[in-house]
């Protein structure tokens, strides 16, 4: 996964009225922390961070106290009506090392012919991979399955180098048969018209 580096200035002013002032010049506010140091309060470039975050567990590369930073997002508050980012939470790493992240659950293939539905019980997997080498997603083939099928996590192949850190006996995916619309009670639609027509 390649690394975006984003301009990272260290945060000292704090409560709601520094965060909006950081906001208005189109900044996030966010909190670094890892490895046992103590929580650096930073700021981020607003536009920037929301394009590095379109990617799942995207690797960063900040500037902190002169040194190269390298931090992975692990919580991310956004606005409920505009979308924008309201805060960030980065989680420092080091390359080599492993971490416990999600990735997405992607299906792939056409069902047993019928009226099935799929149904996503997990949208995402808990995995370890190396902090560089992160998968964004995983694809499963649905292909043929039918209702009362389903695939639990540890039947999933993982991309080379993550495994399974989450229950690996959790149904991601099942199909479910779709559910006929009870028919309408015609009489009683009538007697209502009937009724209406009377009054």
């Known amino acids: 996964m390649a690394e975006i580096k984003l301009a990272t200035e260290v945060r000292t002013e704090f409560g709601k009225g520094a965060a909006r002032r950081v906001r208005r010049a189109d900044r996030v506010p966010g909190v670094v ?5 103590e929580p650096v309060h930073v700021t981020l470039p607003g536009h920037e961070l929301l394009l590095a975050l379109r ?4 690797l960063i590369g900040l500037k902190l106290d002169g040194k190269d930073t390298l931090v992975i997002p692990k919580a991310v508050q956004r606005h409920p009506l505009k979308g924008t980012i309201e805060h960030v939470d980065l989680l420092t790493v080091k390359r080599g090392e492993k971490v416990q992240v999600e990735i997405a659950v992607h299906a792939d293939g056409d069902l047993a012919p019928g009226a099935n539905l799929l149904e996503f019980v997990q949208a995402t997997l808990l995995v370890e991979a190396e902090a560089t080498h992160i998968p964004e997603s995983v694809t499963v083939s649905v292909a043929g399955l039918d209702a009362g099928d389903s695939i639990v996590a540890k039947d999933i192949e993982l ?6 850190a989450g229950d690996e006996d959790a149904i991601v995916i099942q199909v479910v048969a779709a559910q006929a ?3 309408a009670d015609d009489e009683a639609a009538e007697d209502e018209v009937a009724e209406g027509a009377e009054a």
């Open 159 to 164: 991309p080379k180098g993550a495994t399974l």
């Open 55 to 58: 990617t799942a567990n995207v």
């Open 33 to 37: 922390y890892g490895h046992g140091a």
């Open 181 to 183: 619309e009870e028919p």
